[in-house]
């Protein structure tokens, strides 16, 4: 499975952001997908994850604030009131076994997006 993401960049805080991911060489309604940032010097972190029924998880920091969703052919993080804390890269995994539940475990997933970055500036 290939991933890719787009929508990343720079926006002050309070501000808001769409990401983008596209999954290609599986059926995409049938994959788990997640959401995952690493901001410089820490850990990757779970944001978000939604599987082939829609069901969605979501980090406690994300909850009131993000919101994950799917069509058919991507799935999208949209990030509102974004803070200077949320500046990281952004990663699109996808896990290539259809028809499981998403994962707050970033090593469930086995196809990784290369990471866009949002930068939220104070």
């Known amino acids: 499975v290939q991933v890719v993401e787009s929508g990343g960049g720079l926006v002050q805080d309070g501000g808001s952001l769409r990401l983008s991911c596209a999954a290609s060489g599986r059926t995409f309604t049938a994959l788990a997908m997640g959401w995952f940032r690493q901001a410089p010097g820490k850990d990757r972190e779970f944001v978000a994850g939604i599987d082939w029924r829609g069901s969605i998880k979501l980090h406690d920091a994300a909850k009131g604030r993000f919101a994950i969703s799917r069509d058919h052919l991507r799935v999208y993080l949209q990030m509102n009131s974004l803070k200077p804390e949320d500046t990281a890269v952004y990663y699109c995994?996808?896990?290539?076994?259809?028809?499981?539940?998403?994962?707050?475990?970033?090593?469930?997933?086995?196809?990784w997006g290369q990471g866009t970055q949002v930068t939220v500036s104070s």
């Open positions: 995994a996808a896990r290539s076994l259809g028809y499981v539940e998403s994962s707050m475990d970033s090593e469930d997933y086995d196809s």
